[in-house]
């Protein structure tokens, strides 16, 4: 099980760090918001260990960190 955190303008890595002290059980990887507020503004659970992302070029930017990150969550593009 893992965290994914958007840091953006809105949410920074200190945030990140409070997150994992809060659930030390799970892994807590940061992915770089380069345009909009959030990362669930290009992306969303699809299902148990299913992330989908959109097509935007902020989206595909986050993808490309995102299949560094993910072990065990699948990635599908729309």
Known sequence: REFFVGLSKRTNQRGAEILADAFKDYAVSTVPVLEGLHLKSFCSMGGP???????????????????YLCYTTSLYTT
């Open 49 to 67: 260990g299913l992330i989908i992302i959109g097509s935007s070029e902020p989206a595909q930017k986050a993808l490309k960190v995102g299949r």
